[in-house]
């Protein structure tokens, strides 16, 4: 029996955006026993409503800028529980996740 796809085939994001590869790639890495929260933003598109989600995994959506400090609380408490094995993943994305990824490695400012 194949492994079940971590994040559903078939999103529905901007044409040439990378978000739906990320995840999936994200995903290899971290694998099944992962949560991942995302802000409303085009992230959303993978969370979904309600009890329809493209995740294969938990997930919550969050305010954006409290994600961290939501990732980091559920972190924590998994911690407490004993449940070192589970990661907690941040996912946002605001049509500028290339830019962020790519500005530390700039050498001139953006004018």
């Given at each position: 029996?194949?492994?079940l796809d971590l994040v559903?085939?078939?999103?529905?994001?901007?044409?040439?955006?990378a978000m739906e590869?990320?995840?999936?790639?994200?995903?290899?890495?971290?694998?099944?026993?992962?949560?991942?929260m995302t802000p409303p933003s085009c992230s959303a598109i993978i969370t979904g409503n309600g009890d329809e989600t493209?995740?294969?995994?938990?997930?919550?959506?969050t305010v954006l800028m409290s994600l961290p400090a939501f990732a980091s609380g559920v972190s924590e408490a998994l911690k407490i529980q004993g449940k070192n094995d589970v990661n907690v993943m941040g996912y946002a994305g605001d049509g500028l996740s290339l830019i962020h990824i790519s500005e530390p490695t700039r050498r001139t400012p953006i004018s």
């Open positions: 029996m194949p492994e559903s085939k078939g999103m529905t994001t901007c044409q040439g955006c590869l990320i995840a999936r790639s994200a995903l290899e890495v971290l694998g099944p026993k992962t949560i991942t493209g995740w294969g995994i938990p997930c919550v959506q």
